[in-house]
């Protein structure tokens, strides 16, 4: 198959900004307008969601993403992709459920059982799934509860199990969060308002209505639909890796889509034309967020020589300066809650002024809440200091 014309990575970025909604004039008025425009966001770190979601919103704050999150409901977390939590629209769920959410959830539930068996005593599969309906019942009662809570009534969430016994990293785990994690990505239970602030990672639980059943290969397909029309072009590792499927059903569902092949990768069927241009623009994204990981292949928009700085060894990028369709440089918040931030090439004096107008607005709606990335980077950890 002969690939057509190819979009240049300039006319990549103009997409990045217009799609991702990092343009001021195209900024969102909801969370839910946000999450879709990213197709979901990165939930890993309970800050990222909100912060993310900040730098798209034309009046950013905490509470609206609260009542996404734990009113209306109308934003959910998955365990999914590449088995990392995230938050999608409720109309989306079903499709990453099906897609992605369940397949991980198979594979917890063997390896949950196999650790079981090994790390703790009298546990089987029938003991397991007894466990489940006892803890879905009593969260049925009580509404929402923690992990803590829900142990009064069913005991066993309060077994451990010694991990790599012997080794400088043993260390015990809890059946409890364990099997919660569990029913989450399974999509039986989500996690409540936090206990504490916004970025807590305390939360109770709540059940979770269940999702109409989609077929998973529709599913897929779905996915990878909305991954194209905000991330395309791309390539088939592009999809391969954001997905964290196989490659067979990555080419599948690119496949069923009937996904153009461009010069730059896939795109949808009458999606092979540029965006029109934007005004210039910056951005502070922060840790984790769904931009800076869209693709695997980043040299269109990154310098490979600037990823020891921003990126840690796991591969998970912090928080991120960027002008015009690229990562110039890193921000991080003091102690102070001032906003630091350093550029690792020179954009000009206009991407300067544009940069500290932003630093300016982060800094005004977080209000002095101290942000700490839950994966630190070396850059982060220098300009926090």
Same mark, same amino acid.
């Given at each position: 198959m002969t690939a057509r014309p190819s979009l240049t990575d300039a006319q990549r970025r103009v997409r990045l900004a217009r799609r991702h909604l990092l343009v001021p004039p195209l900024r969102a008025d909801t969370v839910e307008a946000v999450a879709d425009a990213v197709v979901a966001l990165h939930s890993s770190d309970p800050a990222t969601v909100y912060l993310s979601a900040g730098a798209r919103l034309a009046r950013p704050g905490a509470a609206e993403v609260d009542r996404a999150l734990y009113e209306d409901v109308t934003l959910v977390r998955l365990?999914?992709?590449?088995?990392?939590l995230f938050a999608v629209t409720e109309d989306? +769920?079903? !499709? *990453?459920? @099906?897609?992605?959410?369940?397949?991980? @959830? +198979? $594979?917890? $539930? *063997?390896?949950?059982?196999? !650790?079981? $068996?090994? !790390? #703790?005593?009298?546990w089987d599969e029938a003991r397991l799934a007894r466990t489940q309906e006892r803890v879905l019942a009593?969260?049925? $009662? !009580?509404?929402? #509860?923690?992990?803590?809570?829900?142990?009064?009534d069913v005991p066993e969430l309060r077994e451990t199990m010694l991990m790599s016994q012997g080794k400088p990293y043993e260390a015990r785990q809890s059946v409890g969060s364990r099997l919660l994690r569990l029913l989450a990505s399974d999509g039986h239970v989500r996690r409540a308002r936090p206990r504490g602030s916004w970025t807590s990672n305390v939360h109770p639980w709540a059940p979770v209505p269940q999702w109409p059943e989609v077929p998973a290969a529709r599913a897929r397909a779905e996915i990878v639909r909305r991954w194209l029309a905000s991330y395309g072009p791309g390539t088939e590792a592009d999809v391969k890796w954001w997905t964290g499927w196989t490659l067979r059903d990555t080419r599948a569902a690119l496949a069923d889509l009937g996904a153009v092949e461009t010069g730059a990768g896939y795109v949808l069927p009458g999606d092979e034309e540029p965006d029109a241009e934007v005004e210039p623009w910056a951005a502070l994204l922060p840790a984790l967020d769904p931009t800076a990981m869209g693709w695997r292949g980043r040299d269109w928009y990154l310098d490979p020589d600037h990823v020891p700085a921003l990126y840690d060894r796991a591969g998970n990028v912090g928080p991120t300066v960027w002008w015009n369709g690229r990562i110039v440089g890193a921000w991080a918040q003091r102690p102070d809650g001032t906003i630091a931030w350093r550029t690792l090439t020179d954009p000009g004096r206009e991407a300067q002024h544009a940069v500290e107008a932003e630093a300016a607005r982060l800094t005004a709606w977080l209000d002095g809440k101290r942000i700490t990335p839950r994966f630190r980077t070396p850059l982060e950890r220098e300009l926090a200091t």
């Open positions: 365990l999914a992709m590449r088995r990392t989306f +769920a079903p !499709h *990453v459920s @099906a897609g992605a959410a369940r397949p991980v @959830a +198979a $594979r917890e $539930r *063997v390896t949950l059982l196999k !650790h079981l $068996r090994e !790390h #703790a005593e009298g009593a969260l049925a $009662r !009580h509404g929402e #509860a923690t992990t803590a809570e829900l142990a009064q």
